[in-house]
């Protein structure tokens, strides 16, 4: 691979850094970004009545007509604040309020944007649900859960027949339901366009009653440790934390730098706050445009995905490591593809899990063959709490794995905890907490009302914190083998998955009270059928030649370079089934569920501690 580390960056109109550091006797160290945090509205519907009369023809959505086809199904600001105007009448018609939140199951559409927006301005909070949950569940024991918790007067499906079973499941009386697509049967049912009103003057009046205070969304944790919690967020949060993200930028320069406003391509769903705040919402704050992305990074959808992104030359584009390390592969086999992708593109980013530096040298090796430059790929941080975003990485970045520096508007606390530093943030973008859960609430915020994130991190470089903070792994995740020796889980997965040089798309770190680290590994399917030569299933990948002999030799080879027991692997068994969502084993983040998955897969797990040699498990240290 070629060493691309001595080309110039393509332009990143990012402000420059004024960090403030407080260190205190005890070791705690205070962050504050020295940067102001620019003016935010008092609440999520205003940027849309905004650009509606600034820019009121620019497209805001768009997505692929349904059941395929070509172009693109567009709705412009003022189109959508029409509507969402409308909707929200029908919804005060129908009894919307604090009291009476909604429920979507949809995948991302413009029927469920437009939806959310009408219901969150006629002041009922709004709970969007994983469709896993609902399509895929066989006891429909989490979306049970939710609705008895959330209590949702209205629930959006966006289509009636796909969502048969679960409306049955829930229990329909007292409630109405809303659909796109085909109609529901055994229930209050209205089709979403015939939903809508000729909006009076109670629909300006709910606008004039939405505050910064007020709940506007309760967005539900992936359930990971227990049931999902439903976090509550103010609009004040999601309001403000657009604003944070837009405040490390020269927003001038960076219109310039792109030739226009923002441009999105995006996939990451709206049931988790990443897609539904860091993507959906902070697009309409930017007043760009969002093009739908059906695809995914899976064997199934990751056609949809390479089609839309030749189709849209974006401006930025973030996604989680999964969806990178698949693009990675096409990039470097359809230049088409890496034309169109790298065009306009000024940064790339990403967040929800670590990524490997493989991934990165790939992606930046096609975007100096295509364009001559590097293009910053940096990271974001925050979780389900703080709306989403926390931190990221403000300044042209070839290094992954950091976490970046605290957004204006935060407070990072690092507090010792052992050999590591526990990271805790307050800002205006964090929860108050958690809705109907008071124990949980109180146990997630130390003295000081720091949030706890449950994370370690650390300093690029002690002595120069502008460098940014790097992520030094999740405490919870962290595990110590039978001889007492401390396993970092995280450092362990990023730098063996690397190590193979693309061949395992991920890795769960297995090894708690046994002698030795060992792995379970998903394959990177496209990657691996290309080394192989011919599009097998992924059953036959797990158990082929080529494919076993060369994560045999990398990770030997990265053996040879982590010889101590904290980070040496003994044996992996590749799986030849990925990671379940619908079972937590991978959540919406796009990031495995360690404990979970090794939980669920206690059978492969006993594979590799068998005491005599088990088919499939490849030993590393023979």
């Known amino acids: 691979m070629a060493d691309t580390a001595h080309i110039p960056f393509r332009e990143v109109p990012y402000l420059p850094l004024k960090l403030k550091v407080d260190r205190r006797p005890d070791g705690t160290i205070y962050l504050d970004s020295g940067n102001p945090l620019k003016p935010w509205p008092p609440h999520m519907l205003a940027p849309l009545v905004h650009w509606a009369a600034a820019a009121p023809e620019r497209v805001w959505l768009a997505e692929r007509p349904k059941g395929g086809g070509e172009g693109w199904r567009e709705v412009t600001y003022a189109e959508g604040l029409a509507t969402v105007k409308r909707l929200a009448q029908g919804f005060l018609d129908a009894g919307a309020g604090p009291g009476a939140p909604t429920m979507i199951l949809s995948a991302n559409a413009i029927d469920h944007a437009l939806a959310k927006y009408a219901a969150i301005w006629a002041g009922s909070p709004v709970v969007p649900v994983t469709p896993a949950y609902a399509l895929l569940s066989e006891d429909l024991g989490r979306l049970r859960y939710i609705d008895e918790l959330i209590s949702p007067k209205f629930i959006y499906v966006e289509d009636g027949a796909a969502y048969q079973r679960a409306l049955d499941g829930l229990g329909m009386a007292g409630r109405i339901v809303l659909y796109s697509g085909e109609a529901p049967e055994r229930c209050d049912a209205v089709r979403l366009e015939q939903f809508g009103r000729t909006p009076g003057p109670e629909a300006d009046a709910a606008y004039e009653r939405l505050a910064p205070d007020s709940i506007a969304t309760f967005m539900m944790t992936s359930g990971s440790t227990g049931e999902p919690k439903a976090v509550i967020n103010l609009h004040s949060m999601v309001a403000a934390n657009a604003k944070m993200i837009r405040s490390a930028w020269d927003e001038e320069r960076l219109d310039q730098v792109c030739g226009g406003p923002q441009v999105w391509c995006n996939f990451l769903p709206w049931s988790h706050t990443f897609g539904a705040h860091a993507i959906l919402h902070n697009m309409l704050d930017w007043g760009g445009t969002l093009y739908i992305d059906e695809g995914a990074p899976t064997p199934a959808r990751l056609p949809a995905m390479i089609r839309n992104l030749k189709d849209v030359p974006v401006t930025q584009h973030t996604t989680v490591p999964a969806a990178w390390a698949a693009l990675a592969t096409e990039l470097e086999h359809d230049q088409d593809l890496a034309d169109n992708f790298f065009s306009r593109l000024v940064c790339m980013a990403y967040g929800g899990a670590a990524m490997g530096q493989d991934i990165y040298e790939r992606i930046q090796a096609v975007a100096v063959r295509t364009t001559g430059e590097r293009i910053s790929l940096s990271a974001g941080y925050g979780a389900t709490e703080t709306s989403p975003t926390a931190s990221n990485v403000h300044w042209p970045n070839d290094r992954m794995g950091l976490i970046g520096l605290p957004l204006p508007g935060n407070t990072f606390k690092m507090v010792p905890a052992g050999e590591k530093m526990e990271l805790r ?198």
Do not use: M
Request: net charge negative; hydrophobic share 40%.
């Open 425 to 622: 943030v307050k800002g205006v973008n964090v929860t108050p907490g958690y809705y109907r859960n008071p124990e949980k609430t109180a146990a997630a915020f130390d003295e000081e009302g720091f949030y706890r994130l449950g994370d370690a991190v650390k300093f690029v470089d002690p002595d120069h914190p502008e460098r940014g903070l790097a992520f030094d792994g999740r405490t919870a995740e962290e595990f110590k083998l039978s001889n007492g020796t401390w396993v970092s889980a995280g450092t362990v997965r990023v730098e063996a998955v690397a190590a193979t040089g693309g061949a395992l798309s991920d890795a769960v770190v297995c090894g708690l009270n046994q002698i030795d680290i060992t792995l379970l590994g998903f394959l990177n399917e496209a990657w691996c059928q290309r080394l192989v030569g011919e599009p097998l299933a992924l059953a036959d990948l797990a158990v082929h030649p080529k494919v076993v002999e060369h994560v045999r030799s990398t990770l030997r080879a990265y053996n040879a370079a982590h010889a101590h027991p904290s980070a040496r692997i003994a044996r992996i068994l590749l799986q030849d089934v990925q990671p379940q969502a619908d079972s937590g084993e991978i959540t919406e983040k796009g990031y495995i569920n360690q404990s979970r998955t090794q939980d669920l897969r206690k059978d492969q797990v006993g594979l590799l501690y068998s005491s005599s040699p088990a088919p499939g498990v490849l030993d590393l240290l023979k």
